[in-house]
């Protein structure tokens, strides 16, 4: 079942098209990946997934609900969470109160009710911090729960920013660029938890990424983009040998 479908996606900003004629799905339970050289609209497109660009022209369905156009908590609410490429986090918050801070779109106290320390509200602040923990603990932070998000170190950083996401109880999760910086012990770990992230959790992945040993160790299947345009999709070893595949990454003899 398709869990994520787009559908002739266009996006341009003035003159410049950025996206054009998108189409591809991600099946439930899949681990797929966007390739593709810098420029070629792959940040651009998960800007549209999540509501922070609103294409041209195209559909976007998520859980058999249309959201192209919708403002992201919407979209967040209906399932779909993400990382970016530069890690956005609150540094001066604690690492627990990033990750409880992914569950907002979860949340159904306002302020009035923190206010008057209603019950209800104290059971879901308990269970917000439960949450937190939980996936703190999943992707093997738990014990810098109470340091302060900026002191952790980059690799840890990238963990905790994942588990912000999946606190809000995802059926997707977009992943932009997660091996950014990440040393090699670092990324074999990375391959190990986006496999837990589907096999355990229960949460469909989609990443972007430039390091292909790893797009190709992890994904079931692959969409190639050059210049905004869709060039190839299949699995690793159908986009591996495809020409239009090598000659977006290598080029061709003049």
């Known amino acids: 079942m398709a869990l994520l479908e787009v559908n002739g996606l266009q996006l341009s900003f003035g003159g410049l098209q950025v996206l054009r004629d998108i189409s591809f799905s991600v099946e439930k339970g899949a681990i797929d990946s966007l390739i593709g050289p810098n420029g070629a609209g792959k940040t651009s497109l998960f800007n549209c ?82 949450v937190g923990m939980r996936w703190l603990d999943f992707v093997g932070i738990r014990d810098h729960a109470s340091r302060l ?33 990440l040393n090699e012990r670092e990324k074999a ?18 990443l972007i990424e430039h390091d292909m040993s790893l797009v190709m160790q992890v994904s079931e299947k692959i969409v190639v983009f050059d210049h905004g345009v869709k060039i190839a999709d299949g699995t690793p070893e159908t986009v591996r040998s495809d ?9 061709t003899e003049e």
């Open 49 to 130: 997934l999540t509501g922070f660009y609103k294409p041209k022209a195209g559909s976007i369905t998520l859980v058999g609900e249309a959201v192209a156009g919708l403002p992201p908590h919407r979209i967040t609410a209906l399932g779909l969470a993400r990382t970016f490429q530069n890690i956005r986090l609150f540094k001066e918050m604690t690492v627990l109160e990033n990750a409880m801070s992914g569950q907002h779109c979860r949340t159904h106290h306002g302020i009035v009710s923190a206010i008057l320390h209603l019950p209800s509200q104290r059971r879901e602040e308990e269970e917000i911090r439960s």
């Open 149 to 181: 998000a900026g002191g952790l170190s980059y690799g840890d950083q990238r963990r905790l920013e994942l588990a912000r996401a999946l606190a809000s109880k995802p059926e997707l999760v977009l992943l932009d660029e997660p091996a950014a910086g």
């Open 243 to 251: 020409r239009k595949v090598i000659e977006a990454y290598l080029g």
């Open 189 to 206: 770990e990375l391959v190990q938890l986006i496999r837990r992230i589907r096999d355990e959790a229960g949460v469909t992945v989609l």
